[in-house]
């Protein structure tokens, strides 16, 4: 694969870049304390890889929170270092726990 030769567009890539950089950097924090958790524990390579992944997507689906709370973008790595630290399982039991409470079950 050739990369591209034209300035703009390593212009629009930088700019890209420094756009997410607070979503990508939580991404990237969120499945590295995930994968890191999962060796700790004693698990295998494959739950390292689906962990890490999971925790760095659902990240990436809460980083939108920051910005309808009103929050400092800072705050993005602050809930990558989260949800990787807690977990999948964890943030799922909060999340059914969040709705039952908000439905008044």
Request: aromatic share 12%; with cysteine.
């Amino acid at each position: 694969m050739k990369m591209p030769d034209r300035p703009d567009t390593w212009t629009a890539f930088f700019a890209w870049l420094q756009m997410n950089a607070p979503s990508l950097y939580a991404f990237g924090l969120s499945a590295t304390i995930a994968i890191l958790r999962v060796v700790y524990g004693g698990g295998t390579q494959r739950q390292m890889l689906l962990e890490g992944l999971l925790c760095g997507l659902l990240t990436l689906a809460l980083v939108p929170l920051v910005e309808y709370f009103g929050l400092p973008q800072s705050m993005a790595t602050f809930m990558g270092g989260a949800c990787g630290f807690l977990g999948v399982e964890k943030m799922r039991d909060l999340a059914g726990k969040f709705g039952e409470r908000k439905a008044g079950m």
